[in-house]
């Protein structure tokens, strides 16, 4: 067989594709491979470069193959798909990733060390809890409004929701809503408890990283702003520029521009939706933090607070806040 050069991997569950090149270009490889013989298979072959979509499970496999000498390289998904030609299946696309993973312009995907994915995988989890939470407490507003039973917005609202729940002398409830509703508070009580004990998780992954508690001096970051970010971004000098990074998670506008006429729209929202919110919630911290004890060491977000909104002014502080220590 003529030495492989190139191998696009599309990754799957159980049966993944191989479509494998020459230095000349020639495919010598294009294959099926079950799972478990992936590992078996890279070991017999000399090290070569393997481009993978960035995808669920491709930081491990490119940590695995990279163990074994080969060169990795993760391309995120969208980027590859206009080297796929004609029909979607599973050859198309492991042909287009070997030809994607070759291009000088390609733009690639740093890998993650396991302590990174395991931070991410806290965040993911705790945010799963939060809005596990916000669904109970939905649920429990909605059903006793059902009976005429409303409360305030807000934290104490639901706690007096709770008591007439734990009054059984209420008479405003059947016995079996009654029931029902003190489910949804064991269950209230249960992610409330999860919540806090992930909020301590964080907090101790925060300070055992450096990077993590120098990201921490940047006004509008916290702990866990600068863990996700810690734990999301593998290479920080992957970005050429802090706009690039403002780019990459979607807070500089949409350009819709033709005929050297430049049309700029609303945000692009592309890229980290989670940490996204995280940076424009630090720069709504911030703006009303100045609102209160005022701007004299922001002259520029005085002005723009003066002219507009405060959520646009809070997007144009969380682009501006993207600063990275130690590139």
């Not at 191998?7 to 495919?27: E, M, P, R």
């Not at 070991?43 to 080969?70: D, N, T, Y």
């Not at 806290?122 to 429990?140: D, G």
């Not at 734990?231 to 521009?257: C, E, M, T």
Request: charged share 20%; proline share 5%; hydrophobic share 45%.
């Amino acid at each position: 067989m003529q030495t492989v050069t190139t191998i696009g991997l599309d990754i799957a569950k159980s049966v993944f594709q191989l479509h494998g090149v020459n230095a000349a270009g020639q495919v010598v490889i294009r294959r099926q491979l079950k799972r478990r013989y992936v590992v078996a298979f890279f070991q017999k072959l000399p090290p070569c470069l393997v481009g993978i979509e960035a995808c669920a499970s491709s930081h491990h496999w490119s940590r695995e193959l990279q163990a074994l000498g080969h060169t990795v390289r993760l391309m995120p998904p969208a980027y590859v798909k206009p080297y796929v030609k004609r029909h979607k299946n599973d050859a198309a696309d492991a042909e287009a990733i070997c030809e994607a993973v070759t291009r000088p312009t390609m733009r690639f995907v740093a890998t993650k060390t396991p302590e990174q994915q395991s931070c991410l995988m806290l965040h993911r989890t705790r945010h799963l809890f939060v809005r596990q939470q916000t669904a109970v407490i939905n649920s429990i507003r909605a059903h006793l409004a059902e009976f005429g039973v409303v409360a305030p917005v807000g934290r104490n609202g639901v706690e007096q929701l709770l008591g007439v729940v734990a009054d059984a002398n209420d008479n405003r409830l059947p016995e079996v809503a009654r029931a029902c509703v003190a489910a949804l508070g064991a269950q209230l009580q249960m992610l409330k408890e999860r919540i806090l004990e992930f909020d301590r998780m964080i907090r101790a992954w925060y300070r055992s990283s450096e990077v993590s508690k120098r990201l921490d001096e940047i006004p509008g970051v916290g702990p866990v702003l600068a863990t996700a970010l810690v734990a999301s971004v593998a290479d920080p000098k992957a970005f050429r520029s802090g706009r690039n990074f403002s780019a990459w998670i979607g807070l500089v506008p949409k350009q819709h521009s033709s005929g050297g006429k430049d049309r700029l729209g609303s945000i692009s929202k592309q890229g980290d939706r989670y940490l996204r919110s995280l940076f424009v919630v630090g720069a709504l911290a911030v703006i009303r933090y100045a609102k209160i004890h005022g701007t004299k060491h922001r002259p520029w977000l005085t002005s723009l607070l003066a002219r507009r909104p405060t959520k646009v002014a809070a997007i144009a502080l969380a682009k501006r806040s993207r600063g990275w220590p130690g590139r």
